[in-house]
Protein backbone atom coordinates (compact mmCIF):
# COMPACT_ATOMS: atom_id res chain seq x y z
CA UNK A 1 0.00 0.00 0.00
CA UNK A 2 1.11 3.70 -0.77
CA UNK A 3 2.31 5.14 2.63
CA UNK A 4 3.00 8.96 1.14
CA UNK A 5 -0.05 11.08 -1.25
CA UNK A 6 1.54 13.58 -2.65
CA UNK A 7 -0.65 16.86 -3.70
CA UNK A 8 -1.20 18.10 -6.50
CA UNK A 9 -1.13 14.88 -8.89
CA UNK A 10 0.41 17.35 -11.94
CA UNK A 11 1.78 21.07 -11.57
CA UNK A 12 2.26 23.18 -14.69
CA UNK A 13 4.51 26.03 -14.05
CA UNK A 14 6.75 28.69 -16.08
CA UNK A 15 9.96 28.76 -16.18
CA UNK A 16 11.54 30.85 -13.78
CA UNK A 17 8.88 30.21 -11.22
CA UNK A 18 8.50 28.66 -7.90
CA UNK A 19 6.83 24.90 -7.91
CA UNK A 20 5.74 23.34 -4.30
CA UNK A 21 4.74 19.88 -4.25
CA UNK A 22 3.11 18.38 -0.82
CA UNK A 23 3.38 15.05 0.77
CA UNK A 24 1.27 13.13 3.31
CA UNK A 25 1.83 10.10 4.85
CA UNK A 26 -0.12 7.95 7.86
CA UNK A 27 2.41 6.22 10.08
CA UNK A 28 5.37 7.58 11.85
CA UNK A 29 8.59 7.43 10.18
CA UNK A 30 12.62 7.74 10.61
CA UNK A 31 12.94 10.09 8.02
CA UNK A 32 11.66 10.87 4.76
CA UNK A 33 13.14 11.36 1.15
CA UNK A 34 12.19 12.79 -2.22
CA UNK A 35 13.30 11.55 -5.31
CA UNK A 36 13.00 12.42 -8.74
CA UNK A 37 12.20 10.40 -11.90
CA UNK A 38 12.37 11.71 -15.84
CA UNK A 39 10.60 10.46 -18.17
CA UNK A 40 11.19 6.82 -19.08
CA UNK A 41 14.13 6.84 -16.50
CA UNK A 42 15.01 5.49 -12.73
CA UNK A 43 14.34 7.24 -10.02
CA UNK A 44 17.29 9.86 -8.57
CA UNK A 45 17.41 11.15 -5.12
CA UNK A 46 17.40 14.61 -4.26
CA UNK A 47 16.97 14.86 -0.52
CA UNK A 48 16.54 13.19 2.81
CA UNK A 49 15.08 15.00 5.76
CA UNK A 50 15.22 13.17 9.53
CA UNK A 51 12.64 13.33 11.67
CA UNK A 52 14.02 15.56 14.05
CA UNK A 53 14.38 18.20 11.27
CA UNK A 54 12.52 20.67 10.26
CA UNK A 55 13.93 22.44 7.17
CA UNK A 56 16.29 21.15 5.19
CA UNK A 57 18.17 22.83 2.00
CA UNK A 58 19.91 21.29 -1.22
CA UNK A 59 21.03 24.36 -3.98
CA UNK A 60 17.46 24.88 -5.39
CA UNK A 61 15.89 22.54 -3.68
CA UNK A 62 13.78 23.26 -0.14
CA UNK A 63 12.15 20.40 2.37
CA UNK A 64 10.21 20.84 4.95
CA UNK A 65 9.17 18.19 7.70
CA UNK A 66 6.08 18.43 10.14
CA UNK A 67 5.77 15.24 11.99
CA UNK A 68 2.51 16.11 13.45
CA UNK A 69 0.87 17.19 10.55
CA UNK A 70 2.39 13.87 8.96
CA UNK A 71 3.60 15.98 6.16
CA UNK A 72 6.57 17.05 4.40
CA UNK A 73 6.88 19.80 1.24
CA UNK A 74 9.53 20.39 -1.25
CA UNK A 75 9.93 23.77 -3.36
CA UNK A 76 11.74 24.09 -6.16
CA UNK A 77 12.81 27.59 -6.37
CA UNK A 78 13.55 29.52 -9.75
CA UNK A 79 12.62 26.51 -11.75
CA UNK A 80 13.79 25.32 -14.78
CA UNK A 81 13.03 23.16 -18.52
CA UNK A 82 14.88 20.38 -17.01
CA UNK A 83 13.07 20.16 -13.45
CA UNK A 84 10.20 18.67 -15.68
CA UNK A 85 9.70 15.28 -14.24
CA UNK A 86 8.03 13.16 -11.61
CA UNK A 87 8.30 13.90 -7.54
CA UNK A 88 8.00 11.20 -5.35
CA UNK A 89 8.05 11.41 -1.75
CA UNK A 90 8.90 8.04 0.41
CA UNK A 91 9.21 7.28 3.91
CA UNK A 92 11.04 4.93 6.14
CA UNK A 93 9.60 3.72 9.18
CA UNK A 94 13.13 3.22 10.66
CA UNK A 95 15.02 -0.14 11.25
CA UNK A 96 17.14 -2.32 10.10
CA UNK A 97 15.77 -3.04 6.76
CA UNK A 98 16.24 0.10 5.05
CA UNK A 99 12.18 -0.12 3.19
CA UNK A 100 10.55 2.78 1.66
CA UNK A 101 7.29 3.63 1.02
CA UNK A 102 6.45 5.51 -2.13
CA UNK A 103 3.48 7.74 -2.97
CA UNK A 104 1.68 8.01 -6.25
CA UNK A 105 4.09 10.85 -7.53
CA UNK A 106 3.29 14.63 -8.63
CA UNK A 107 3.69 15.13 -12.19
CA UNK A 108 5.87 18.75 -12.80
CA UNK A 109 6.08 20.36 -15.91
CA UNK A 110 7.95 23.58 -16.73
CA UNK A 111 7.05 25.03 -19.50
CA UNK A 112 10.15 27.57 -21.25
CA UNK B 1 31.16 5.31 -10.55
CA UNK B 2 29.21 2.78 -12.84
CA UNK B 3 25.47 3.03 -12.43
CA UNK B 4 23.01 0.25 -11.60
CA UNK B 5 22.30 -1.51 -15.10
CA UNK B 6 18.84 -3.59 -15.93
CA UNK B 7 18.15 -5.55 -18.73
CA UNK B 8 16.72 -5.99 -21.31
CA UNK B 9 15.12 -2.55 -21.30
CA UNK B 10 11.77 -3.15 -23.20
CA UNK B 11 9.91 -6.42 -23.46
CA UNK B 12 6.46 -7.02 -24.84
CA UNK B 13 5.48 -10.95 -24.29
CA UNK B 14 1.52 -12.62 -24.36
CA UNK B 15 0.20 -13.35 -21.07
CA UNK B 16 0.91 -16.83 -19.61
CA UNK B 17 4.70 -16.68 -20.84
CA UNK B 18 7.62 -16.45 -19.26
CA UNK B 19 10.25 -13.76 -18.42
CA UNK B 20 13.18 -12.96 -16.83
CA UNK B 21 14.83 -9.12 -15.63
CA UNK B 22 18.74 -8.92 -14.81
CA UNK B 23 19.91 -6.27 -12.46
CA UNK B 24 23.71 -5.26 -11.46
CA UNK B 25 23.75 -3.26 -8.91
CA UNK B 26 26.55 -0.60 -7.94
CA UNK B 27 29.55 -2.58 -6.90
CA UNK B 28 30.08 -2.43 -2.82
CA UNK B 29 26.35 -2.28 -2.48
CA UNK B 30 24.97 -4.96 -0.40
CA UNK B 31 21.41 -4.08 -0.56
CA UNK B 32 19.17 -4.68 -3.75
CA UNK B 33 15.60 -4.33 -4.52
CA UNK B 34 12.89 -4.77 -7.22
CA UNK B 35 10.79 -2.58 -7.36
CA UNK B 36 7.22 -2.43 -9.31
CA UNK B 37 5.76 0.62 -10.92
CA UNK B 38 2.75 0.51 -12.71
CA UNK B 39 1.67 3.87 -15.00
CA UNK B 40 0.81 6.68 -12.66
CA UNK B 41 1.59 4.85 -9.71
CA UNK B 42 4.88 5.04 -7.56
CA UNK B 43 7.40 2.26 -7.08
CA UNK B 44 5.84 -0.70 -4.66
CA UNK B 45 8.85 -2.84 -3.44
CA UNK B 46 8.71 -6.40 -4.22
CA UNK B 47 11.96 -7.96 -2.45
CA UNK B 48 14.63 -6.62 -0.51
CA UNK B 49 18.18 -8.87 -0.33
CA UNK B 50 20.66 -7.88 1.85
CA UNK B 51 23.75 -9.58 0.17
CA UNK B 52 22.09 -12.89 -1.28
CA UNK B 53 19.56 -13.25 1.23
CA UNK B 54 15.96 -12.06 1.20
CA UNK B 55 14.68 -9.22 3.69
CA UNK B 56 11.88 -8.80 3.22
CA UNK B 57 9.25 -10.23 -0.03
CA UNK B 58 6.25 -9.24 1.69
CA UNK B 59 4.49 -7.95 -1.19
CA UNK B 60 6.02 -10.41 -3.94
CA UNK B 61 3.13 -12.60 -5.63
CA UNK B 62 4.66 -15.93 -4.64
CA UNK B 63 2.98 -18.05 -6.74
CA UNK B 64 4.26 -16.66 -10.54
CA UNK B 65 7.36 -14.53 -9.37
CA UNK B 66 10.44 -15.39 -8.00
CA UNK B 67 13.81 -13.70 -7.84
CA UNK B 68 17.51 -14.71 -6.71
CA UNK B 69 20.55 -13.13 -5.70
CA UNK B 70 23.66 -15.28 -6.47
CA UNK B 71 26.80 -14.61 -4.73
CA UNK B 72 25.15 -11.20 -3.30
CA UNK B 73 26.12 -9.01 -6.48
CA UNK B 74 23.78 -9.73 -9.37
CA UNK B 75 20.07 -10.57 -9.40
CA UNK B 76 17.22 -11.97 -11.89
CA UNK B 77 13.34 -11.43 -11.69
CA UNK B 78 11.65 -13.54 -12.86
CA UNK B 79 7.71 -14.08 -13.97
CA UNK B 80 6.02 -17.29 -14.93
CA UNK B 81 3.22 -17.23 -15.91
CA UNK B 82 2.94 -13.57 -16.85
CA UNK B 83 -0.93 -11.88 -16.40
CA UNK B 84 -2.00 -8.61 -17.99
CA UNK B 85 -1.68 -6.88 -14.84
CA UNK B 86 1.97 -7.23 -14.70
CA UNK B 87 2.31 -4.53 -17.51
CA UNK B 88 4.93 -2.38 -15.46
CA UNK B 89 8.40 -1.03 -15.24
CA UNK B 90 10.29 -2.96 -13.20
CA UNK B 91 13.04 -1.24 -11.29
CA UNK B 92 15.96 -2.38 -9.29
CA UNK B 93 17.58 -0.25 -7.18
CA UNK B 94 21.14 -0.87 -4.64
CA UNK B 95 22.26 0.37 -1.60
CA UNK B 96 25.22 0.40 0.38
CA UNK B 97 24.34 0.73 4.01
CA UNK B 98 22.42 3.73 4.21
CA UNK B 99 19.17 5.43 3.66
CA UNK B 100 19.40 6.34 0.12
CA UNK B 101 18.74 4.23 -2.66
CA UNK B 102 20.46 3.71 -5.91
CA UNK B 103 18.14 3.28 -8.54
CA UNK B 104 18.28 1.42 -12.54
CA UNK B 105 16.88 2.40 -15.57
CA UNK B 106 13.98 0.25 -15.32
CA UNK B 107 12.29 -2.36 -17.63
CA UNK B 108 9.33 -2.00 -19.24
CA UNK B 109 7.36 -4.82 -19.16
CA UNK B 110 4.21 -5.33 -22.01
CA UNK B 111 2.27 -8.34 -21.36
CA UNK B 112 -0.44 -8.45 -24.30
Known amino acids: SQQGEEDPQALSIQEGENATMNCSYKTSINNLQWYRQNSGRGLVHLILIRSNEREKHSGRLRVTLDTSKKSSSLLITASRAADTASYFC????????????FGKGTLLTVNP | EAGVAQSPRYKIIEKRQSVAFWCNPI?????LYWYQQILGQGPKLLIQFQNNGVVDDSQLPKDRFSAERLKGVDSTLKIQPAKLEDSAVYLC??????????FGPGTRLTVT
Open chain 2, 93 to 102: ASSPRGRVQY
Open chain 1, 90 to 101: ATDAGGSNYKLT
Open chain 2, 27 to 31: SGHAT
